[in-house]
């Protein structure tokens, strides 16, 4: 088994190539106008994981593909997941990500010094924001029509693109539950809905990059072929499980390492498996003040301490094991692969995946 060293190193070596790709300037020449040129590259030009692209490599090296011919592919993994970003942020509105603002917020801002009025300014830089992303859709079906010219069967292609429509609906069916669940009283949802929520809005993007890359490493449609499938399930259970790190941490994590507010998912009502087992598990009195803090945007730090305080007592073991006991169904998926330094590379990921603080 290769350690966290090793596998961050395998992961920056990628990253490294899809952000060389995505920053071509023959793609910085398609957007002449400035101010959505400069937003559409803003979060891609900032530091990150990038893990889906990482996945899609693995996953191709896995079942015995070249890299190269991965390369477009994964850098449309990239492009269509910072676009989830840029309007999950407006969505939610967030005003940080990875330690600096927004594309709505710095575009608000922007306005501001501008000379616009505080309500034109907000509307300018949501406005920016919606652009972006759909700047980005745009972008992401171009890279994948690149990797044509990398030797990958037009087959394949077309069924990159198909199943990337099918992800697409999957995400924003999950980004819409989201937005609906959190005006449901938490007593109205069961952990079941919570769940699909989840996989939707997480967990579908990891499988669409563990399933194109083992298409491509096939050079073949790989719909019918049960390792890709495997690869398929094992990142979408990974992906879940990142997914409920990732709500915890939004709740016990380091702001200066996450990058954004901790505690903002409790101001927006966010529900999610830690807060339903923790209003379950809860008294009266401890109900009622999560009843007053969670989606009141208004809260007291107090009072956000102390619901903290009772979702990390009442809930916060129950999804630690609930995340551990899903990446070790996704890891006996992997049993199905050969032995290869990419098998290691994702069994090392499912590890961080639970691991991770940041």
Known sequence: MI???EFFAALKERSQRVMGIIHQERFLNNYPLEVLRKALFSYLSRPAKHLRPGILYFSCGALGGTEAKADYAAAAVEVFHNWTLVHDDLIDNDTKRRGLPTVHEEYRKEAVRAGYSSAEAVDFGRSIAILTGD????FVVSLLLETAQC?????VVMELLRN???AANELLRGEALDIIYSKRKITELTEAEIMEMLELKTGVLYEYAAVSG???GLNQEG?????????????RRCGISFQLQDDLLGITGDEKVLG???????REGKRTVIVSKAYEAS???????LDRVLGNPQAGENELLEAKGILIEKGLDYTKKLAENIVDQAIAELSKLPKSIYKEYLLAWAEYVIKRDF
């Open 283 to 289: 008294s009266r009195a401890q109900r009622y003040l």
């Open 223 to 235: 719909q019918d072929d049960e390792k890709v499938r495997a690869l398929g399930r094992f990142a």
């Open 260 to 266: 954004k507010p901790v505690g903002s998912d409790i």
């Open 151 to 155: 030797g990958v069967a037009m087959p």
């Open 3 to 5: 350690d966290k060293i």
């Open 214 to 216: 083992a298409a491509i």
């Open 135 to 138: 700047l980005q859709q745009a």
């Open 164 to 166: 990337l429509t099918i």
